[in-house]
């Protein structure tokens, strides 16, 4: 198990020598599945893909949209909050789901203590997305034209003159006329 004080300690020999923990890793057969307290929250993104990856689809949907939240790295049991983010903190389905499902709470429990080598202290908890989480969810759902024409005022401006629109990333408000046919071709019923 890891405390405080190892983690020091590596901390220390990694700035003295930034590939140390590297060299001893290869070495030691390290993959990748052992995380420091001041790490986790940063890792929690590829800890949930490992989790998705090892099949139980209905855990897996549980975690979605959650960030883990750590408190006093010097304590033991290590406090974490899984904390789960919506437009309000209210009513969130993963947290029913959670309180439905104490296996999960368990189960996850012990996925940490086994990534960080440490007890944990595991609590459950929501809140609203805060500005910058916005922001990035935003971006996210912009196309790249979009973003292009947020970044660069000259091309927004180009679109605004010439009333451009980019076609196939959204649906056309122009009304489209279809080409009449004309009624005097004449179609025999034996080329048809």
């Not at 005022?153 to 408000?173: C, D, N, R, V």
């Amino acid at each position: 198990m890891l405390d405080a004080v190892e983690e020091a300690k590596a901390l220390q020999q990694q700035d003295e020598n930034p590939f140390a923990a590297l060299q001893n890793g290869i070495a030691n057969g390290y993959n990748g599945d052992v995380y420091s307290r001041y790490e986790i929250s940063a890792a929690w993104g590829s800890i949930k893909t490992h989790i998705a990856d090892s099949g139980d689809f209905a855990f897996s949907v549980a975690l979605n949209d959650t960030v883990l939240e750590t408190g006093d790295p010097k304590t033991t049991p290590f406090p974490i909050a899984l904390t789960y983010l919506g437009d309000t903190a209210s009513e969130v389905w993963g947290i029913k789901q959670m309180e439905e499902h104490p296996e999960y709470l368990e189960r996850l429990k012990q996925i940490l203590e086994e990534k960080l080598q440490t007890p944990v202290m595991l609590t459950v908890k929501s809140r609203a997305f805060n500005e910058s989480e916005l922001a990035i969810r935003k971006q996210a759902r912009m196309s790249p034209y979009q973003l292009d024409l947020e970044k660069d005022a000259g091309l927004a401006k180009l679109k605004e003159l010439f009333m451009a629109e980019l076609i196939y990333s959204a649906k056309s408000s122009r009304p489209v006329v279809a080409p009449q046919q004309n009624d005097s071709c004449d179609v025999d019923s034996d080329d048809q």
